[in-house]
């Protein structure tokens, strides 16, 4: 069975340039998540999804972050404009139904440069 | 608001010594907890999970972990430890409440000495 698929493994952009970072779960996953680590730190959540309903994305700075599951499959996670501070590791994971006790699988993660 | 605390960031063991890795966490409610272990150039990986009955749990590898609910902690142990246990420990806790989000602590990194 195939793990959770992330793509681009690594990104090198300048600031102000807009950047993409695409997921596919596990299939059969309903539930979706993007974390955003920093060096040195833990996952820190930014969106869930449920299938194609985004439930918690209190996390998510929206003013240039934004994410997307049209279809309750694969997603994708934008940054527009990026910042220096952007620069981190980008995780997604997947679980069966997104119940408390549910164990995470996750991807091998995005590395975003921002210069 | 809820956090995840690991005592260590970084800890050096030599071969056969043993391991054990500490982890408070602060939520007042029934909780779920999990160890996960990232390998050198591998991904995030579950170790070990609690969610309730017994609170010494036993996961891969010979890694265990106990869950003292008067002490707000789940420390991860292992009797001893081989050059492949190098890695990042990362705890997690997750409330069994809606909303069900994880909080993960900021890790400890882990270098056994051959």
């Known amino acids: 069975e195939a793990g959770v698929v992330q793509s681009p493994r690594y990104k090198i952009i300048e600031k102000k340039q807009p950047v993409a970072f695409w997921c596919n779960p596990i299939s059969g996953h309903n539930t979706l998540y993007w974390y955003l680590q920093n060096l040195g730190q833990g996952p820190e959540l930014l969106i869930r999804y449920e299938n194609e309903e985004a439930v918690d994305d209190s996390q998510l700075p929206k003013d240039r972050f934004s994410a997307e599951r049209l279809k309750g499959v694969d997603s994708t996670l934008k940054i527009q404009p990026a910042e220096l501070g952007d620069s981190a590791v980008y995780l997604c994971?997947?679980?069966?139904?997104?119940?408390?006790?549910?164990?995470?699988?996750f991807g091998p993660g995005t590395r975003l440069l921002v210069l | 608001a809820q956090s995840v605390s690991q005592h260590n960031h970084h800890v050096i063991l030599s071969e056969a010594a043993s391991l054990e890795l500490g982890c408070n966490y602060s939520y007042g409610g029934t909780v779920n907890l999990f160890w996960y272990v990232q390998y050198p150039g591998q991904h995030l990986q579950l170790l070990l999970k609690?969610?309730?009955?017994?609170?010494l749990v036993k996961g891969i590898k010979g890694f265990e972990a106990e869950f003292i609910k008067s002490k707000f902690s789940f420390n991860l142990r292992k009797p001893s430890v081989q050059w492949s246990d190098t890695a990042e420990y990362f705890c997690?806790?997750?409330?069994?409440?809606?909303?069900?989000?994880?909080?993960f602590g900021a890790g400890t990194r882990l270098f056994v000495k051959a």
């Open positions: 994971a997947s679980s069966p139904e997104g119940q408390s006790g549910e164990t995470q699988y």
């Open positions: 997690a806790v997750n409330p069994n409440t809606g909303g069900f989000k994880t909080i």
């Open positions: 609690y969610f309730s009955g017994d609170p």
